[in-house]
């Protein structure tokens, strides 16, 4: 009978000093994912002229179409720089 309950004691003691830990310290894993819209983007493009048909296209009429197709897109052909 007193082993058991010297047994018990000590079982219930190490419960009650469980607790006191001189770590103290708290550890947080995570994640995050955000999306966002750049403000800018460059592109750079390169052209050339070709033959169809047995006709050459003009570097000429090739920007032209290119900047229509800019300007159908809404974006200003000012914000265009060409480089030779």
């Given at each position: 009978m007193k082993a058991s309950?010297?047994?018990?004691?000590v079982?219930?003691?190490?419960?009650?000093?469980?607790q006191n830990t001189s770590?103290?310290?708290?550890?947080?894993?995570?994640?995050?994912?955000?999306?966002?819209?750049?403000?800018?983007?460059?592109?750079?493009?390169?052209?050339?002229?070709?033959q169809e048909d047995k006709k050459i296209i003009s570097i000429e009429s090739i920007e032209k179409g290119l900047i229509d197709f800019i300007t159908s897109l809404n974006i200003s052909p000012k914000n265009l720089s060409v480089l030779n």
């Open positions: 309950l010297i047994l018990i004691v079982f219930l003691s190490n419960f009650a000093f469980a770590n103290r310290f708290i550890e947080v894993i995570g994640s995050h994912k955000i999306e966002i819209l750049p403000d800018e983007i460059f592109l750079k493009i390169s052209i050339k002229e070709f």
